[in-house]
């Protein structure tokens, strides 16, 4: 198969780990994310994808996404473009009217309009060129998703996971974070319990010592992240204390520094 370029043409799509409607679904492609393509399964139902923003593997439906023209492509993806920041906002196209959630990405900009190819659309809601900010942004926007539901493989406020959860608040804010929380713990500046700052992300062990969760440090001992919703608890040297269950439920593994 000749590699496709396609593009998020929905609001979400999921990234499947197997070519099956029953396979576990390990990441969300939100409306305007690029990917590329060169496999599909042999009934042409499933296309293995390499997403452009964090390199993430996997299958979606073939009847879920769009091919554009690599000129398209190289454009946008050599282009600035905002992120849409509302909690949902409307695109308009000639034929269509759909929501696209928070995160979402705008190709070729320009007048409340964008285009994918030779399609254009006009965009209702807020919208942002992402520059990388500080702690306080960085709080602001991961307070925004409080009470999220928990969803593995999600990405945005009707579903997320951790490690989703800390991706967009940080690519909201400037900054590309890989997709899983293992990958994430190898970014950025190691540093100690006693040194972290608002902003830092502290990562948690499993019993066999791999990572297997993230949160984002909060002022005041706290933490926001994603475990049955998103919620804040209390970071302590331990770990992450739920004041609801009285109990450690996080045993912290390391803490790091991304922000500049």
């Known amino acids: 198969v000749k590699e496709i370029v396609g593009i998020g043409h929905l609001s979400v799509i999921p990234i499947r780990l197997e070519p099956s409607d029953k396979a576990e679904i390990g990441s969300q492609l939100l409306f305007g994310e690029l990917f590329t393509s060169s496999k599909l399964t042999e009934d042409n139902k499933w296309m293995y994808i390499e997403t452009v923003f964090d390199e993430y593997l996997g299958w979606i439906d073939a009847k879920q996404f769009k091919e554009v023209s690599r000129e398209f492509y190289d454009t946008y993806k050599n282009s600035p473009s905002p992120l849409s920041i509302g909690l949902m906002g409307l695109v308009k196209g000639e034929k269509e009217v759909f929501p696209i959630l928070m995160g979402s990405t705008l190709p070729l900009f320009k007048n409340n309009c964008f285009r994918i190819d030779d399609l254009y659309y006009e965009f209702e809601g807020e919208y942002s060129y992402p520059q990388q900010a500080g702690a306080e942004a960085?709080?602001?926007?991961?307070?925004?998703?409080?009470?999220?539901?928990?969803?593995?493989?999600?990405?945005?406020?009707?579903?997320?996971?951790?490690?989703?959860?800390?991706?967009?608040?940080?690519?909201?804010?400037?900054?590309?974070?890989?997709?899983?929380?293992?990958?994430?713990?190898?970014?950025?500046?190691?540093?100690?319990?006693?040194?972290?700052?608002?902003?830092?992300?502290?990562?948690?062990?499993?019993?066999?010592?791999?990572?297997?969760?993230?949160?984002?440090?909060?002022?005041?001992?706290?933490?926001?992240?994603?475990?049955?919703?998103?919620?804040?608890?209390?970071?302590?040297?331990?770990?992450?204390?739920?004041?609801?269950?009285?109990?450690?439920?996080?045993?912290l593994a390391s803490i790091r520094r991304v922000l500049r």
């Open 138 to 251: 960085i709080e602001k926007t991961a307070r925004y998703y409080l009470h999220s539901p928990y969803l593995w493989g999600g990405k945005t406020h009707f579903g997320i996971d951790c490690s989703g959860f800390v991706q967009q608040v940080f690519k909201l804010n400037g900054y590309a974070l890989p997709r899983d929380s293992y990958q994430q713990a190898e970014i950025g500046r190691l540093i100690s319990y006693d040194e972290r700052i608002p902003g830092d992300l502290a990562y948690f062990n499993n019993v066999l010592g791999r990572v297997v969760h993230v949160g984002i440090i909060l002022p005041s001992e706290k933490i926001i992240h994603a475990s049955g919703k998103v919620r804040i608890d209390r970071l302590e040297e331990n770990g992450i204390f739920n004041e609801d269950k009285g109990t450690f439920t996080h045993k």
